[in-house]
């Protein structure tokens, strides 16, 4: 199968996760909610604002008041609860702070900045004493400012309206979205579950880093499994860590049975999947259950296997657990996890589109292609700014060697370049699809590229 056919065979199993309600509640909430995918519409119930709200500090005034005369202060209106029996009435006004209630009979607010003690006197500085209860204030203005009615006041649902549609179903909670939930004071929202991911190295030379044990001779660190714990992390996804599998008859048996134990609803196995007499991985598949592909068109990651085990569910009818078997070299392992993990993921995360995003990218160098299969190449990509209307464009620089052992290759790499299965080369200067990986945000910034300073 192409590397496209793999992604979307394993992606038809992914088909919309369970949901949950999580409370909004206190900053564990906030964490709870973040990233999770809405599964039910949130509206308004009430206007915001829910009062007429100045939108400067200043005074309340009547804009129908002959211009010129100055206006009888009759209190303050400060933000927070009004002033009880507070109202401006013909030739009168009120001291008003950003965001307090427009006394009744009020219909414009004009800014401190435009108002004055005396006639023609100068205005009002940050944190002047302004005229009190019984004092007067003159309206100062830029000369010749008519006062419009309604002028620096936020009417009263003119952010959202009652009953307006906040969020949708399907959107996915950011920063904003919180925001927007806390504003029209939902307490809790129904959300898409965070699939749960097990990750399994396996080798019988592979040894944990972090175990304070140095590898010996023909030894090697496990690099798979800390960094695709961090890639089922980053993608939102809870975690399960299943330790090393020797390659020995029985020990991914075991390491299958605790995945499926744990409730996971993805494992992801690295290594052990290719032409080895000590591969494992697809004859036990084989055994325990289905193998839908055994080897992809695609470089690196040729040997990604894709299989379900059928397993008795605690509630409801059996299910499956889908089991990625990624290949053992590292950067095999990072390229299928994000051509073909992640779009799964963030499908059982209750993402609508969860296909990684492409953009066209020019190359900065000379690339050769392979005439066997088609391929990923890891690649940094830079935003070029266009001069006038000509728009700007990706460049796309190559991160250096791209053998597949060589996880170098995938440092700061944010795109893979999609180059065609072909003899020959792409030459500087060519059009390719480029898959993002990484954050745009985090993207290199071009040589004299314009900022927001
Ligand atoms: P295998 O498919 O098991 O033959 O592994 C292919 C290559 O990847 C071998 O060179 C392995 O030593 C290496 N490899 C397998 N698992 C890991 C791992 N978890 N971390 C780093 N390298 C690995
Ligand atoms: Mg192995």
Redesign the pocket.
Known sequence: VTAEEARGEALERCRGGRGLRVGLGGAGGLAEALGRVLRARVQAAAPVPAFRAAIKDGFAVIAADPPGLPRRVVGASRAGPPMPGLRVGPGEAAYITTGAPVPEGADAVVMVENCSREAGGAPFGRGAAVPGAGEHVHLVGPAGQEIRPGQEIREVGSDVGAGEVVLERGERLGPAEVGLLATVGAQSVDVSRRPLVAVL???D??VDGFSGVEPGLGQ??????PMLLAAASAAGADILDLG?AGDEEGSLEKAFAAAASAGADVLLT?????M?D??LLKGTLERLGRIHYGKVLMKPGK?LTFATLPREAAEGPPDELLVFGL????VS?AVTFYLVVLPCLRALAGWREPELRRVDAVLEEELRLDPARPEFHRAVLRWAPGEGAAGGTFLASSTGGQIS?RLLSMRSANALLTLPQRAGSLPAGAVVPALLIGDVAGMPQAPGTPTSR
Do not use: L, M, Q
Not at 220 to 225: E, T, V, Y
Not at 327 to 330: C, Q, T, Y
């Open positions: 190295s396996t080798g030379e592979v090697i660190r496990d690099a798979n499994r090393i690295s290594g052990g999947v290719s080895g000590k591969d040997p290949p053992g070299n590292p392992s052992s």
